[in-house]
């Protein structure tokens, strides 16, 4: 079992920047690709970025490439979402996800189904 915290949302204006951290407990993480996803109210949860080897960069969704970046403590076991040039279409509940195991295919990292963990979220909200 792993289990994951979310924090560091809240209140930014657009053009700001917040990070957010997940932290994971029940497991090492440091070998698992993770991945960030967001919800705004009545959509459909999205996948934001992935966090693992440099070649995933390229699955970064493309409303968010050039101004977000993850990153992984692997002594805290966290990992985290640098996001800078926020702008109110960003407005979401964000969450972390882990799968059951470290690999998969790295063209399943932006299905949710790929994700067997969830944090609880956290929000940010832009105002304009």
């Known amino acids: 079992q792993v289990q994951l915290v979310e924090s560091g949302g809240g209140l930014v204006q657009a053009g700001g920047s917040l990070t957010l951290s997940c932290a994971a407990s029940?497991?090492?993480?440091?070998?698992?690709?993770m991945g960030w996803f967001r919800q705004a109210p009545g959509k459909e949860r999205e996948f934001v970025a992935p966090v693992g080897w440099s070649g995933l960069q390229t699955y970064y969704a493309g409303s968010v490439k050039g101004r977000f970046t993850t990153a992984r403590d692997n002594a805290k076991n966290t990992v985290y979402l640098q996001m800078n040039s926020l702008k109110p279409e960003d407005t979401a509940v964000y969450y972390c996800?882990?799968?059951?195991?470290?690999?998969?295919?790295?063209?399943?990292?932006?299905?949710?189904?790929?994700?067997?963990?969830w944090g609880q979220g956290t929000q940010v909200t832009v105002s304009s």
């Open positions: 996800a882990a799968p059951e195991r470290p690999g998969f295919e790295a063209n399943r990292v932006r299905d949710t189904e790929t994700y067997k963990y």
């Open positions: 029940g497991r090492t993480i440091s070998s698992y690709v």
